[in-house]
């Protein structure tokens, strides 16, 4: 079974550009999560939808960070503009729904210089 | 928001030797995790405990849900060369699917 898909693996920019990471969960999981960590941190859930629903973003920053699920499938996290300490690793993670397992991508290394 | 506290910060240690790590937390929860990150990966679960003073093994790994419902501990027995990596506890918040997790114990084995 294919695991939870991100890409790019690695993005460079400068600050005050945009930029948009994807995600495409497990086949079948109709929840999946967007999580940030900062190098030396446990990972940070951002935003988690149910379907194509937004359940929780109450520690998104919707000033610059915006997500969408559209179809329910695959999803994208954007930032725009970027900020030097928003530099971390951003995993996507997906899980059937009312279940504890949640299944993490490789993340995408986010630089902003 | 709540916190984890994660004990010790990072480990160095001889092949063969066993590990012990741990994680309490000021609250009370019903659920705690045990994940491992490989580097440049994301987390994966290793042992998931949902019973005050459960005790649970994965092969080699050892984790207990302590009786408080505050904290939790994870044992690696007889550590191999491929145990490197950072292991993080987690909870449940607010009875949802929401995860906290703590800030992670770094072990290095060395051969």
């Known amino acids: 079974e294919a695991g939870v898909a991100q890409s790019p693996r690695y993005k460079i920019i400068e600050k005050r550009q945009s930029v948009a990471f994807w995600c495409n969960p497990i086949s079948g999981h109709a929840t999946l999560y967007w999580y940030q960590q900062i190098l030396g941190q446990g990972p940070k859930l951002l935003i988690q939808f149910q379907n194509n629903g937004v359940v929780d973003d109450s520690q998104l920053p919707k000033d610059r960070f915006s997500a969408e699920r559209l179809k329910g499938v695959d999803s994208t996290l954007k930032i725009q503009p970027a900020k030097l300490e928003d530099s971390a690793v951003y995993l996507c993670a997906s899980s059937f729904g009312g279940s504890d397992t949640q299944y993490f991508g490789p993340g995408t290394r986010l630089t902003v210089l | 928001g709540q916190q984890l506290n994660q004990s010790p910060q990072s480990m160095f240690i001889q092949e063969g030797e066993d590990v012990s790590m741990n994680c309490t937390s000021s609250?009370?929860?019903?659920?705690w995790l045990w994940y491992k990150q490989d580097p440049g990966e994301g987390p994966v679960l290793l042992i998931a405990l949902y019973k005050a003073g459960e005790l649970t093994s994965n092969g080699r790994l050892t984790a207990q849900f302590g009786i408080t419902r505050k904290d939790s501990f994870l044992n690696i027995s007889a550590s191999i060369p491929s145990d490197v990596g950072i292991y993080f506890c987690?909870?449940?918040?607010?009875?949802?699917?929401?995860?906290?997790f703590g800030k992670g114990t770094k072990l290095t084995v060395n051969p």
């Open positions: 987690a909870v449940n918040q607010g009875g949802s699917e929401k995860l906290v």
């Open positions: 609250s009370i929860f019903n659920t």
